[in-house]
């Protein structure tokens, strides 16, 4: 599977934004997708993830109540909504994919990845 993510760009402090990780070369169906980011300088850390049939969620606590993940399978696209965004969510955002029944939310869990997506947010 190949995965594309896009939706980044520069906002505000306060501001929103929705990431798309869309898929092609398999159906998501069956794949537990992860967005993970990383900051200059940072190693890159989990933000959140989703089983493959869209009911179970995890977040890191820092993101929680603020974005959510969600999946659209007909469209093979896992979105990211981002919102009361803070400039220490800059980043580039990724997501990942894995053959999988359940919420995973470790990097090396994941054995697809997408190219990744700027978002800059500013004070």
């Known amino acids: 599977v190949q995965l594309q993510a896009s939706g980044g760009g520069l906002v505000q402090d306060g501001g929103s934004l929705r990431l798309s990780c869309a898929a092609s070369?398999?159906?998501?169906?069956?794949?537990?997708i992860g967005w993970f980011r990383q900051a200059p300088g940072k190693e890159r850390e989990f933000v959140t993830a989703?089983?493959?049939?869209?009911?179970?969620?995890d977040y890191v606590d820092s993101v929680k109540g603020r974005f959510t993940i969600s999946r659209d399978n007909a469209k093979n696209t896992v979105y990211l909504q981002m919102n009361s965004l803070k400039p220490e969510d800059t980043a580039v955002y990724y997501c990942?994919?894995?053959?999988?029944?359940?919420?995973?939310?470790?990097?090396?869990?994941?054995?697809?990845w997408g190219q990744g997506t700027q978002v800059t947010v500013s004070s």
């Open positions: 990942a994919a894995r053959y999988s029944t359940v919420v995973l939310t470790t990097e090396t869990s994941y054995d697809y």
């Open positions: 070369g398999s159906t998501l169906d069956y794949y537990a």
């Open positions: 989703i089983n493959r049939n869209g009911y179970r969620m």
